[in-house]
């Protein structure tokens, strides 16, 4: 089980070759993808950042909780870096287990975990020419677009 940063594209097919062991049964996994929207606004792009050493602890401090309170056989996570283009894959997580529900209920927790504790942050770029920075875990309310921000200062 490991939690990885990537400043490279992630290989859905590759990670998900971690994963089969004799033991398993099913096998759940999930790719967060760069939308063409939020909230209303049309985006272009992505910029994520990380505390790479805080980010990849806690991640793998999420992948150890799903392995205690599931029984599941493995799981991997690995979050992008850098500059995202629309349909790019910014986040994958996979879980083997021996039976299906645990390995969503897995799949899920570390998913919903990864969004609300690592200290990952997007910059989103809209087409109208604004950008704005987004704690990925607070969401975007209560942020502020880099347009706006200059106004207010």
Request: net charge negative; glycine share 10%.
């Given at each position: 089980m490991?939690?990885?940063?990537?400043?490279?594209?992630?290989?859905?097919?590759?990670?998900?070759?971690?994963?089969?062991?004799?033991?398993?049964?099913a096998c759940v996994t999930f790719?967060?993808?760069?939308?063409?929207?939020?909230?209303?606004d049309a985006v272009n792009a992505l910029?994520?950042?990380?505390?790479?050493?805080?980010?990849?602890?806690?991640?793998?401090?999420i992948l150890a909780e799903a392995a205690q309170r599931f029984d599941i056989v493995a799981a991997y996570g690995e979050h992008r870096v850098g500059r995202l283009e629309i349909g790019d894959c910014a986040v994958w997580v996979g879980v083997s287990a021996a039976h299906r529900g645990a390995a969503f209920d897995a799949c899920r927790y570390i998913i919903d975990e990864i969004k609300h504790r690592?200290?990952?942050?997007?910059?989103e770029h809209y087409r109208g020419g604004a950008a704005g920075?987004?704690?990925?875990?607070?969401?975007?309310?209560?942020?502020?677009?880099?347009?706006?921000?200059?106004?207010?200062?």
């Amino acid at each position: 089980m490991s939690f990885r940063i990537s400043s490279t594209p992630i290989d859905p097919d590759e990670l998900k070759r971690r994963l089969p062991d004799a033991h398993a049964g099913a096998c759940v996994t999930f790719e967060g993808w760069v939308r063409d929207h939020n909230e209303g606004d049309a985006v272009n792009a992505l910029e994520y950042e990380a505390h790479e050493p805080i980010a990849v602890a806690e991640g793998t401090k999420i992948l150890a909780e799903a392995a205690q309170r599931f029984d599941i056989v493995a799981a991997y996570g690995e979050h992008r870096v850098g500059r995202l283009e629309i349909g790019d894959c910014a986040v994958w997580v996979g879980v083997s287990a021996a039976h299906r529900g645990a390995a969503f209920d897995a799949c899920r927790y570390i998913i919903d975990e990864i969004k609300h504790r690592v200290p990952i942050w997007k910059k989103e770029h809209y087409r109208g020419g604004a950008a704005g920075w987004v704690n990925c875990a607070t969401g975007a309310s209560g942020t502020r677009r880099d347009s706006e921000a200059a106004e207010t200062q």
